[in-house]
């Protein structure tokens, strides 16, 4: 059944009563952090603690030149912000329960005192490998502790680390080394996700073979399965530890110093490293975890995000250790040993905050009510959604179910590039509308403008941008500051344009409808089709490729890949199955194509551009309403690809 999308759900009447925030406060608050920036901002530093207070909040601009800057004059550890100052405070708290991929293996529990002590020996780890302040660390780990250490370990000396998914494979991984020019790799022997292994470092082998001279890579041991060592240039974790204390000082770094970069996938050419800095960064996710989740002091907290994407950077490793809190993090897989692991690891360890993605939803709901309702669920307190558009019988299933009706659910717009939440509703304070995600954060200027860069008021469809800068944004792409103004501010000028599709209703709410440009969402995963047809097209079989996303049940969009073989090539079953496995292992196995669709030609306009449009509408099962396919140079290949749908 279609869920009509301008239902309200009202908040809860306990959830209210209970509320940090009111709606009445949160529209004095938002007010003001827009007609008194600087000083709501300086305030919201206070939420950090400096090496020097900074002075002035935002000074940036869009246009011509995009200079973004917040708290420039202002100095911090972020390091010492989500570790140190709560050592000092709380030393007896835990900072990360770690919950192993096996339910029957050893559940870990660190507290501050011991995550200080853990991280500074790690940093010092990291400095006897040579690594020094401003150099590059690539980062190919497990959800381990020791993802989240090595990190914080990076930032407390003033290294910049690169967190690259472990689903990525070793050619992917060796471009993301080459192209932030890392000398420095830090992995496991292995991975476990779902009761199998995932072989960590024969990948940094692979990735760093004949390519990037790596200076060190350092190994932590996770599985005990034999890896090959090079001599000089690979050294074990654990052994590396019996050399160095836990006296580390943390490093004081500039506000505008980069913490970290993070490849993301575009509309165009190859993934970009997203530069995020330090003290707007930690302001932002240190503020947005505070306000999107209510966070509490007695709350458990647990993200489902794996650190190699940018909800594992800021509400895993940042956000959450910013304010003390206590989270748990998790190793393994949501079906694994059996579709109940989420609600059994919310009843063994009382989490009171889930923070998930709709593909996990959508692939859970299906199992049906059973495998939730057999777990207690009583410590429940929010319930949060990011990553893609999430369908408003998604929602419902998991206010419903999960929640008992009983719990607030938060619908979290954000991207790599925004650094922390930017449109959502607040627990307790506003009513929810299942498939909306909400209203502006502080600070927030959304705008929906028309194709032609117009604004448009109140209720509104059309292209989301952003107006004024906030302290999370990122400044730049790594080493390519002309692509991060051509990306991101020159489709309407002088505004951030998000690549996002919106509407916003006669509340103000808004509602995501999906990329308006040519990159899909996979189960919550950005991918550019442009990355898949260049995999595509340097197997030696194929001509040309043109890849589109289309609605899929669980992963909220598939990878459906059109293939034009050389001639003389045959169109089998056979080089289907091994244009997808190639794809895999370029790319790696977050982006499997979901069909490869043999075909002998695409269609294209008389000057020869492919018509991506009538692709889509193919793969998505809309071939009754293509629209206008008059500027087709051939008009029988597209009733030739309607007769060969695969989805
Ligand atoms: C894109 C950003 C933000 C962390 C994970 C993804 C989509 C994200 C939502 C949401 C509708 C959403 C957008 C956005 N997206 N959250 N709550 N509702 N769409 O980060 O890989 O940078 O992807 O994810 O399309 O542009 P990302």
């Known amino acids: 059944m279609?869920?009509?999308?301008?239902?309200?759900?009202?908040?809860?009447?306990?959830?209210?009563?209970?509320?940090s925030c009111t709606a009445e406060q949160y529209r004095t608050a938002y007010a003001r952090s827009?007609?008194?920036?600087?000083?709501?901002?300086?305030?919201?530093?206070?939420?950090?603690?400096?090496?020097?207070?900074?002075?002035?909040?935002?000074?940036?601009?869009?246009?011509?030149?995009v200079d973004i800057k917040w708290f420039e004059d202002g100095q911090l550890n972020a390091c010492w912000n989500c570790v140190d100052r709560h050592a000092i405070a709380t030393p007896d708290r835990m900072a990360i329960i770690s919950e192993p991929d096996d339910p029957d293996a050893a559940v870990r529990r660190i507290d501050y005192r011991t995550l200080?002590?853990?991280?500074a020996r790690f940093a010092n780890v990291l400095k006897e490998m040579g690594v020094s302040r401003g150099d590059r660390?690539?980062?190919?780990?497990?959800?381990?502790?020791e993802a989240v250490y090595a990190m914080l370990a990076c930032a407390r000396i003033g290294a910049v680390h690169s967190v690259v998914f472990g689903g990525f494979s070793p050619e992917a991984l060796r471009g993301r080394i080459e192209g932030c020019d890392s000398r420095f790799v830090i992995t496991a022997d292995a991975g476990r996700r779902g009761g199998k292994s995932i072989a960590l470092k024969a990948n940094v082998d692979a990735a760093l073979d004949g390519g990037p001279s790596a200076d060190a890579v350092l190994v932590v041991r996770v599985t005990g399965e034999p890896v090959t060592m090079t001599p000089g240039r690979d050294r074990w974790y654990h052994e590396a530890l019996e050399s160095v204390d836990d006296d580390c000082p943390c490093a004081p770094m500039n506000a505008e110093d980069p913490l970290f970069i993070l490849y993301t996938s575009g509309s165009t050419g190859k993934p970009k490293g997203v530069v995020h800095t330090t003290g707007g960064y930690m302001v932002w996710t240190a503020s947005t975890f505070a306000h999107a989740f209510d966070y509490r002091e007695d709350d458990l907290f647990f993200c489902t995000a794996d650190v190699g994407w940018i909800t594992g950077h800021s509400y895993?490793?940042?956000?959450?250790?910013?304010?003390?809190?206590?989270?748990?993090?998790?190793?393994?897989?949501?079906n694994h040993p059996d579709e109940s692991r989420f609600w059994q690891?919310?009843?063994?360890h009382k989490v009171s905050i889930l923070y998930t993605a709709p593909t996990a939803i959508r692939a859970l709901m299906r199992e049906g009510d059973a495998p939730v309702t057999k777990h207690d669920r009583s410590s429940l307190r929010i319930l949060g959604t990011v990553g893609e558009p999430i369908n408003p019988e998604a929602w419902r299933w998991y206010h419903r179910v999960v929640g008992d009706g009983q719990v607030p659910v938060v619908d979290t717009w954000w991207q790599t590039e925004t650094g922390g939440i930017m449109l959502t509703t607040l627990p307790g304070a506003h009513d929810m509308k299942p498939g909306w995600a909400g209203l502006p954060m502080f600070g927030v200027k959304p705008l929906i403008v028309d194709n032609d860069g117009r604004p448009l008021d109140g209720e509104a469809e059309g292209n989301l941008c952003i107006s004024e800068s906030w302290p999370g944004q990122a400044r730049s792409v790594y080493g390519d500051h002309a692509r991060f103004h051509q990306t991101y501010f020159s489709t309407y000028e002088g505004l951030y344009f998000t690549g996002d599709g919106?509407?916003?209703?006669?509340?103000?709410?808004?509602?995501?409808?999906?990329?308006?440009?040519?990159?899909?969402?996979?189960?919550?995963?950005?991918?550019?089709?442009?990355e898949v047809e260049s995999a595509l097209v340097l197997h030696g079989d194929v001509a040309e490729a043109a890849v589109v996303g289309y609605p899929h049940d669980i992963k909220g969009q598939g990878i459906y890949c059109y293939v034009t073989p050389n001639a003389g090539v045959a169109m089998t079953s056979e080089l289907e199955a091994e244009l997808r496995a190639h794809v895999r292992k370029e790319i790696g196995p977050v982006a499997t194509p979901d069909h490869i669709h043999l075909t002998a030609a695409l269609p294209k306009t008389r000057s020869g551009k492919i018509m991506r449009r009538i692709l889509r509408k193919i793969a998505g099962g809309e071939s009754d309403s293509l629209g206008d396919t008059s500027t087709l140079a051939d008009p029988n290949v597209v009733d030739a690809l309607i007769a060969g749908c695969k989805a």
């Open 2 to 19: 279609i869920m009509d999308d301008t239902t309200i759900v009202p908040v809860p009447a306990t959830a209210k009563a209970d509320a």
């Open 34 to 65: 827009l007609d008194e920036s600087e000083a709501f901002w300086l305030s919201q530093a206070g939420r950090i603690d400096w090496m020097k207070k900074p002075t002035v909040a935002g000074n940036w601009k869009f246009a011509p030149k």
């Open 502 to 530: 919106a509407k916003r209703d006669a509340d103000g709410y808004y509602r995501i409808t999906g990329r308006v440009d040519d990159v899909i969402n996979v189960s919550g995963h950005r991918m550019g089709t442009a």
């Open 137 to 145: 660390v690539t980062i190919y780990m497990p959800m381990i502790a």
């Open 316 to 334: 895993v490793a940042y956000g959450p250790l910013a304010n003390g809190a206590t989270q748990l993090i998790f190793e393994g897989v949501p």
């Open 345 to 348: 690891i919310v009843e063994k």
């Open 116 to 119: 200080k002590s853990d991280v």
